[in-house]
């Protein structure tokens, strides 16, 4: 049995045409039955005004009035909640549907077959849509469904998401299970936990290793995963927070997790568009450099820029050896 752990996750983000003010209610075990049919379980929910957020064993579920974001990790086999969400929300009622892969560390350890064109298949018995691939081929890239089954015209929607690997070994060793209450550690969660602003909080340390965050402020979330197995460490980072730019919120995440590099994938309704801002968006950080880029829009509303970026220098100690031990 192998001790690898895939981290990059998969994610499914179902929209409705309608709110549904019971939807949330798990009083039912509704969300626990959905998460069990992904082969994870859910460990806590952190109640919100609009929205609830369950931290998973393998990642996280946000569950709002009028949508469903549901993110997974390891083995897990999302496309299989596809079915249970459904009897909850009602196929009628679906208007957008997007579901997303980054390209997987270890492939053969999935427990099904991980050709994106088979779950897209798959997810065509449903929804009627189109995949695609931002970024190179042998390269990080992500895989991406797109289905619109009901006619929706999105307005300030937007989802940022910094898919690290390769994290610094100082970084990664403080998310060991027995390191959770050092000093170096705590002063790197308050770091992590800052980015969220006076998001309400809820947290995870996996044993042996691993860590989640949830944070949740009215509508919107952040969601933070670690995974720092040596030599295939991995963390991410997502939320819906609109920003003009996000170079603050990269430079303090890779300023704490210090990739090797990292992928920056920004999700936005076509409302949010401006003009020739990619380049501003994907502005690289101190140190690092874009090495490509892509860029998708579709005929929905929506649009994806994608971008891979590589570490080329260690400009100034990283901010584990300024935290000292």
Known sequence: MSDLFEGPEKKLEIILRRPDTTLRDNSDGRWTRVVQASGAAIISRLP???????????????????????????????????PPILSLVGLANVATVFYQRRRLMFPALQPQAVDFEAEAARLNRWFKGRSYRLGPAN????????????????AGDMTVELLMA???PACAALFDAC??????????????EGLAGEFKTDA??????????????SGTYCTVHVTPQSKVSYASFESNLIQDSYEDTMAELIDVFRPDRFSLVITRSSDLKRSSDLDRLCRPPRGYQVTETSHCEFDIG???LFAN????SNPAPDFIERAGP
């Open 166 to 168: 390769g994290l610094s």
């Open 302 to 304: 929506y649009e994806i």
């Open 139 to 154: 390269r990080d890239h992500v895989h991406v469904f797109v289905a619109a089954p009901a006619s929706l015209r999105p």
């Open 48 to 82: 919100g005004e609009r929205v609830d957020a369950y931290l998973l064993s393998e990642s996280s579920l946000f569950v709002w009035d009028d949508r469903v974001l549901m993110i997974t990790c390891g083995d897990t086999t999302l496309i299989d909640a596809v």
């Open 179 to 192: 390191r959770a209450q050092s000093q170096t550690t705590r002063a790197v969660l308050e770091r992590i």
């Open 204 to 217: 995870h340390f996996f044993t042996p290793q691993g860590y989640s965050l949830n944070a949740t402020r």
């Open 309 to 312: 970026l590589i570490r080329i």
